[in-house]
């Protein structure tokens, strides 16, 4: 079995922005697993919110990559990446699992999809993400994603200007769904003061409001809130969905953050278990990363699956776009293919 990985830095078609900061440029490194003459794939996207960058990525895989003897044994990868780092590197952890996913679909010849027992179900429309910046070029990318035909936005919240903005989306786009992602920007006493101006804009919902750490104060919102409160920064592992259920009505789930597909489904349905809806999201990744959570979106009851759109150039084709919403892959594995070379690629010993 040969496992080997390379860099590729990903850019975004303009600056992306969000309350912590703003980027044009992502390393995401990709994992290739070689055996029985088949291959499975993985993106590894790392976020230094969950303490990972492209040194950690690189500097876990040479032993992370150790864990994986069998790709059929799930329950065995699991048991050596706890045995390695039990809740570090989950995005390393993410593209190995993904990779070990691809191959066992590859040689049944099927979906991972289907691999893993999942139904058909539809696969809802993915938000697309209006990113913090001025206000009139927030205005500009409101006009550009209602044009290419996105009825549902999720706009980057987190500023002294927060009311505004809102204000200026809905004039550009008074009919499309609205969701607000605040990033952990707001103090418990302007996120109670936003929630007139939200509710007032008819948002669906808003995503982490107040710090990670805050569950008093989110549980708090929630009591008094019109609007549903969603987690996503104080979600790190499968195992804080239960104590998040008093303090959120939902959760958003990311494979690079809770270390893989199989470890997802394992947060989607503890929180479906607790009474809790449930987003898909993702990071800033390639269309490979992407496929890997379009292979489980139509469990969720939202989907915020826009890292792809938002690049300048993607290194990987094959998933099916119509304005937000996206095909489910019929063809074994992910369903995708490579478009570009990839840099820095590195095998296991």
Wanted: proline share 5%.
């Amino acid at each position: 079995m040969n496992v080997t990985w390379e860099t590729h830095d990903l850019r975004t078609a303009q600056p992306f922005g969000i309350a912590r900061w703003t980027h044009s440029l992502y390393p995401r490194t990709f994992v290739t697993l070689q055996h029985e003459g088949r291959i499975g794939r993985g993106e590894a996207a790392p976020n230094a919110f969950y303490g990972e960058n492209r040194a950690t990525v690189e500097a876990v895989l040479p032993s992370l990559a150790t864990a994986l003897r069998d790709p059929w044994d799930w329950e065995g990868l699991q048991r050596a990446f706890a045995s390695l780092f039990p809740y570090d590197h989950p995005s390393v952890k993410c593209a190995l699992e993904s990779a070990a996913l691809e191959w066992c679909a590859v040689t049944a010849g099927v979906p991972v999809w289907r691999l893993l027992g999942l139904s058909n179900r539809p696969i809802p429309e993915t938000s697309y993400t209006i990113s913090i910046a001025g206000i009139p070029d927030m205005r500009r990318q409101t006009r550009e994603a209602i044009k290419a035909g996105h009825s549902t936005l999720k706009v980057k919240l987190g500023t002294e200007s927060d009311e505004a903005i809102l204000t200026a989306l809905r004039e550009e786009a008074p009919n499309a769904r609205v969701r607000v992602d605040a990033n952990a920007a707001w103090s418990r006493s302007q996120a109670k003061r936003m929630l007139d101006v939200l509710n007032a804009a008819n948002v669906e919902f808003v995503e982490q409001p107040l710090k990670a750490h805050d569950l008093e104060g989110h549980a708090e919102l929630r009591r008094v809130s019109k609007v549903l409160i969603v987690a996503d920064e104080s979600l790190h592992h499968v195992e804080d969905v239960p104590r998040l259920a008093n303090a959120f009505d939902a959760v958003n789930l990311k494979l690079a953050k809770l270390g893989g597909p199989i470890q997802t489904l394992h947060a989607l349905r503890t929180a479906r278990a607790l009474g809790m809806n449930v987003m898909l999201g993702c990071m800033i990744e390639s269309s490979l990363g992407i496929a890997a959570a379009v292979h489980l979106a139509g469990l969720a009851d939202w989907v915020d699956l826009d890292g792809a759109l938002l690049l300048a150039a993607d290194p990987f084709e094959g998933l099916s776009w119509e304005a937000g919403h996206v095909a489910r892959p019929g063809s074994p594995g992910w369903g995708v293919r490579a478009v570009t070379h990839h840099v820095h690629a590195e095998t296991l010993p």
